[in-house]
């Protein structure tokens, strides 16, 4: 699934942004600038991540209603 739809301005090789990578790079910027007390980056990753597929669980689960 893509975050952004193609764009033809852009390559044939370029479809647009992962939504999960997308939703992932949200997730750690509010890990970074909040309250968060998660400084290595692994652990920022993981958190992020696990944020993301939360994310597109609930997305699914709204999808099937």
Known sequence: ?????????FNEEHNGMNLRDYFASKAMQ?????????????EVTKKSYEYAD?????KNYENND
């Open 1 to 9: 699934m893509k975050a952004f739809p193609y764009n033809p301005q």
């Open 30 to 42: 509010a890990i970074l600038t909040g309250q968060w007390n998660i400084t290595n980056p692994d």
């Open 54 to 58: 939360a994310m597109i669980k609930g």
